[in-house]
T-cell receptor, first 113, second 112 residues
Framework: DSGVTQTPKHLITATGQRVTLRCSPR?????VYWYQQSLDQGLQFLIQ???????AKGNILERFSAQQFPDLHSELNLSSLELGDSALYFC????????????FGSGTQLSVL | GENVEQHPSTLSVQEGDSAVIKCTYS??????FPWYKQELGKRPQLIID?????GEKKDQRIAVTLNKTAKHFSLHITETQPEDSAVYFC???????????FGRGTSLIVHP
C-alpha cells in the first residue's frame, strides 16, 4: 500500500458527461501529480499541484481541470467526456522539495460508453 | 523539454536469465533517474533510483547503471523469476523541475 488513496476505483459513464476523480496523498506529502494511462500506452503527465498551487501542466485537455484543496487532497474534473478519454487515471504524491520519488495510487479506471 | 527513449518495448526471457532495459535522455541537466515497475492491473511502484553523482546502484537482483557522458542509463535484472514479469518504466528529472519524464515502458515477460 503506497498510502495514496484514489476514489472511485472504477467509473462508467456516457459521452458528454462530467466526472470527478479524487486523490488523497500520503500523509505529509505536499505534491500531487495526475497521470493518464491508456491501453498499451505509457504514463502521460497531466498536471501537478504543490501545497495548493498549480506547479506544472502537461498534456491536459481544456475539458479537464484539477485543484488541490487546503487539506492537500486533489480532484481531477473531466467534462464533455469522449470515448477517447477512457483510460486509467493515476494520482501520485511526493514530499515535494528535492524529493522526486513518486508514490502512486491504485488508479481510477474510467470507461466512457 | 526532456525526452526519454526506452528500449526494448518488449523483452521475453527464460527464468534464470538476465534482462537489461535501456534508456537515453536528452537533457544533460537531468540528475535523478528512477525506475518503476507496474504489474498487470496494479499501480507503478518505485523499485530503484540513481542520482547523477553515482555510476551504479544495486539492490539484490536489480541494478541500475548511469553513463552521464552518453546520457544513458540501464536497468539490469539478474536471475529473473516469473514474478519479475511486468512493465518497467524509466524516468528522468532535474533539479528545479520536479516532473519526471517517463519512457514508454518495457513489457518484460519471464517464462518459467
Amino acid at each position: 500500500d503506497s498510502g495514496v488513496t484514489q476514489t472511485p476505483k472504477h467509473l462508467i459513464t456516457a459521452t458528454g458527461q462530467r466526472v470527478t476523480l479524487r486523490c488523497s496523498p500520503r500523509s505529509g506529502d505536499l505534491s500531487v501529480y495526475w497521470y493518464q494511462q491508456s491501453l498499451d500506452q505509457g504514463l502521460q503527465f497531466l498536471i501537478q499541484y504543490y501545497n495548493g498551487e498549480e506547479r506544472a501542466k502537461g498534456n491536459i485537455l481544456e475539458r479537464f481541470s484539477a485543484q488541490q484543496f487546503p487539506d492537500l487532497h486533489s480532484e481531477l474534473n473531466l467534462s464533455s467526456l469522449e470515448l477517447g478519454d477512457s483510460a486509467l487515471y493515476f494520482c501520485a504524491s511526493s514530499p515535494g522539495g528535492v524529493e522526486e520519488k513518486l508514490f502512486f495510487g491504485s488508479g481510477t479506471q474510467l470507461s466512457v460508453l | 523539454g526532456e525526452n526519454v527513449e526506452q528500449h526494448p518495448s518488449t523483452l521475453s526471457v527464460q527464468e534464470g536469465d538476465s534482462a537489461v532495459i535501456k534508456c537515453t535522455y536528452s537533457d544533460s541537466a537531468s540528475n535523478y533517474f528512477p525506475w518503476y515497475k507496474q504489474e498487470l492491473g496494479k499501480r507503478p511502484q518505485l523499485i530503484i533510483d540513481i542520482r547523477s553523482n553515482v555510476g551504479e546502484k544495486k539492490d539484490q537482483r536489480i541494478a541500475v547503471t548511469l553513463n552521464k557522458t552518453a546520457k544513458h542509463f540501464s536497468l539490469h535484472i539478474t536471475e529473473t523469476q516469473p514474478e519479475d514479469s511486468a512493465v518497467y518504466f524509466c524516468a528522468a528529472s532535474k533539479g528545479g523541475s520536479y516532473i519526471p519524464t517517463f519512457g514508454r515502458g518495457t513489457s518484460l515477460i519471464v517464462h518459467p
